[in-house]
């Protein structure tokens, strides 16, 4: 078997491949490519039964090319310091795409949170944020966490409770960290942003006619069918968002196993399932496999990995039928089976454009901490004013009489949550052309992957060059 490339080494492999298409000097595309830092802590902390444990944590700050630096906090065993280096530098490249205005950062605690009450969660992501306080590696204009694997609102809560404790006095306190309450300075739209900026930019991939006959398939989601690995925040999104789009679901796995109907799973029933039963496992009317794995390769048209890293490798590669993988994980596919797949055909649509919804809508969460003002708050009424106005006038022009009902509907103002997914929605259509462009114009030699790297090369390297540091 061959020997597995470390995380951060492939995610560099892929910007090689990219950087070969630009004629940017060596010293500059190492300055990018490059971890500008590592922060590796221990800290111990008290179980509840009295006994103490040592807790390894990192934070990765890969670019400081824009600043704050922005990336979620992850929970898992399998963290370690390539994992958060890697996925910091995908949060770069990510940012860069979609035109959000960070650099890259990321962070994880090595624990399973399974094995954890959850006073002792909120231990560890004090004790966690303490540290991050101390070495200066958190602030609204330094390094903004968010949620990730593992993590959530929550979490995100005690962030800012214990930054805000630390620093009572900040006015800009409140955007040290994104992905939290509502009821903590949490936008509207962001639990869903991530996946449902996965159902956006699959809706827009598809849209395509010419793309899809080239993959025997007819445009539109409508019809598709669609296996999503991972049933958490994202992938649950995801896969709602799909089906309410047309597409049909086939196959959904957490975790402990995989559920299959070729004739269509309702998500919201599997998800009162889980809630009731601890599990989507024994689902009825479904078929149980006891393999998360097994989701990847069922024959569908649209396979979704919403987990973790290193999924699709040299291993399944051989045995995945899907016409299109779209990255709602980090790093799902490596570079091996990215390569094999291409070969046959199959479009993978990356990781970072594909799951920038989340971090785009951070973004907004962000800029409304800072303001200290929810979106819509000003403009809402005033638009209703003059569509009212509007509407009068053509009433008075035409005699037509609109109906109260239509009337309200078509006056409405915009609240923060539409503001929210009319700014992601633009985003994920507009990267998505950018990229297709970019693909379109060098063919064959480059692949959406490439051509997203490609394009982020170009917008980071501006802020070196626009600078004057680099030619
Ligand atoms: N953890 C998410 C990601 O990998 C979100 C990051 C953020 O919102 O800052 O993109």
Redesign the pocket.
């Known amino acids: 078997m061959a020997r597995a490339i470390p995380f951060f080494e492939q995610v560099n492999q892929n910007f090689d491949k990219a950087a070969s298409f630009t004629d940017y000097s060596f010293g500059l595309l190492q300055q990018i490519k490059i971890c500008n830092g590592v922060y590796h802590m221990t800290f111990p902390i008290k179980r509840d039964d009295g006994s103490i444990e040592t807790i390894h944590a990192w934070r990765a700050e890969h670019s400081h090319h824009k600043l704050p630096t922005?990336?979620?906090i992850?929970y898992s065993t399998l963290v370690n310091e390539d994992e958060v280096m890697a996925?910091a530098a995908?949060?770069t490249y990510?940012c860069a795409v979609v035109d959000v205005p960070?650099g890259g950062a990321?962070g994880g605690v090595q624990i399973d949170t399974k094995e954890y009450s959850v006073n002792e969660l909120e231990h560890i992501t004090r004790r966690y944020t303490y540290e991050l306080i101390n070495k200066n590696f958190i602030g609204p204009g330094i390094d903004?966490?968010?949620?990730?694997?593992g993590t959530g609102e929550r979490e995100m809560a005690w962030i800012f409770d214990t930054y805000t404790a630390m620093a009572p006095e900040k006015l800009e306190a409140l955007a040290c960290v994104?992905?939290k309450p509502i009821s903590q300075g949490g936008v509207h739209g962001r639990r869903e942003a991530?996946g449902r900026g996965v159902y956006l930019g699959l809706r827009e991939a598809c849209r395509f006619a010419e793309d899809m006959e080239q993959l025997g398939l007819t445009p539109g989601l409508e019809g598709k069918s669609v296996a999503v690995q991972g049933f958490g925040n994202v992938g649950y999104h995801t896969a709602k968002f799909l089906q309410e789009g047309g597409a049909i679901i086939v196959g959904l796995a957490e975790y402990a196993g995989t559920i299959y109907n070729p004739r269509g799973l309702d998500v919201n029933q599997v998800a009162e399932y889980r809630e009731e039963n601890g599990s989507i496992l024994n689902f009825p009317d479904a078929t149980t496999y006891e393999d998360p794995s097994r989701v990847l390769e069922f024959a569908c048209d649209i396979l979704v990995p919403a987990a973790l890293e290193n999924q699709i490798t040299g291993e399944n590669m051989h045995r995945i039928q899907a016409r299109i993988i779209g990255e709602a994980a980090?790093g799902p596919i490596t570079s091996e089976a990215s390569d094999f797949l291409k070969k046959k055909g199959v479009m993978i649509i990356p990781d970072i454009y594909l799951?920038?919804g989340?971090?785009t809508?951070?973004y907004f969460e962000w800029l409304k901490n800072l303001s200290h003002v929810r979106f819509g708050r000003m403009g809402k009424r005033f638009e209703e004013s003059v569509h009212r106005s509007l509407l009068y006038t053509i009433e008075r022009a035409t005699g037509r009489k609109f109906p109260e009902e239509e009337m309200k509907r078509i006056v409405q103002g915009p609240g923060e949550e539409d503001l929210v997914n009319s700014g992601l929605e633009d985003t994920m259509i507009v990267a998505y052309n950018e990229i297709r462009d970019t693909q379109k114009r060098w063919g064959e030699a480059v692949d959406l992957r490439t051509a997203a790297f490609i394009n982020a090369i170009h917008k980071i390297t501006r802020s070196y060059t626009e600078l004057g540091i680099f030619p």
């Open positions: 922005k990336g979620g992850r996925l995908l949060m990510k960070f990321k903004v966490p968010a949620p990730d694997f994104t992905g991530t980090n799951n920038a989340g971090v809508v951070s």
